[in-house]
């Protein structure tokens, strides 16, 4: 067996009795339950976790992690997590998180077939075609690639505003929130893509209103 994978449990074996010295309760507590505000979608990328970046401690950010960080209503993966984070856990904020220099971007740009990833690595060109009079206009190809992932961020966090239980339970509750962000390899620095809320649910509304009059008056009748 490798090294490095061993090295993995001395690791953890580290990091148990450093929680324990600071904590003796620590574990018993963590056990009990969770209920973190945050759910966070993110990309699969070995250089992007998702607590280290947020600074966040263990219950604190529900996670699910692909390939691109990619909503994909087909997706039983991402959109059975946000429905539990949404339902279940009650959580305030829905961040999507791209970030730069992404490999699944940079595929997604590239006139290759992919084999398994192709079908993947669709949704990314869709986005791509959605907006490819401004991508193309942009002659710097790192700052095209840029660009795509933070219009990528910006239309996934439109597939979560799509889906019926997020718009249902902010109807009832005002959350969750959902956000877009960026995370800039090169500086360690998280970038808000400030998307507003509010404005793109009502944008989508006339499509894609999953909450009729009639459900909106029994829910909060009852």
């Known amino acids: 067996m490798s090294q ?10 580290k990091w148990v009795e450093s929680k324990v010295a600071e904590d003796p309760n620590f574990f018993q507590e963590l056990a009990k339950t969770q209920h973190p505000e945050f759910l966070y979608i993110g990309c699969s ?10 600074g966040a401690k263990p219950g604190e950010v529900f996670v699910h992690r692909n390939i691109a960080n990619v909503v994909n209503t087909l997706d039983m993966s991402s959109t059975a997590v946000i429905q539990y984070a949404v339902e279940h856990l009650k959580v305030k904020h829905i961040i999507v998180c791209g970030h730069y220099n992404c490999g699944g971007v940079k595929a997604a740009m590239t006139p290759q077939d992919l084999g398994l990833l192709n079908p993947w690595l669709r949704n990314i060109r869709d986005v791509y075609r959605l907006h490819q009079v401004e991508l193309d206009s942009i002659e710097d190809e790192n700052k095209r690639y840029d660009r795509l992932v933070e219009l ?6 439109i597939n979560v505003i799509k889906m019926a239980c997020v718009q249902e339970r902010y109807i009832l509750e005002e959350q969750p929130i959902v956000h877009g962000w960026v995370f800039d390899l090169r500086t360690g620095k998280i970038i808000d893509l400030e998307i507003d809320f509010e404005k793109t649910l009502k944008d989508i509304q006339k499509i894609y209103n999953l909450t009729g ?8 009748t009852k």
């Not at 490095?4 to 074996?13: D, G, H, L, T």
């Not at 990328?45 to 947020?54: V, W």
């Not at 009059?213 to 909060?220: E, G, I, Q, T, Y």
Request: proline residues 0%.
């Open 213 to 220: 009059s009639d459900w909106v008056m029994s829910r909060k």
């Open 152 to 157: 990528n961020v910006q239309e996934q966090c």
């Open 45 to 54: 990328d070995s250089r992007a976790t998702a607590e280290e970046l947020m």
């Open 4 to 13: 490095s994978y061993e090295v993995i449990f001395e690791n953890n074996k």
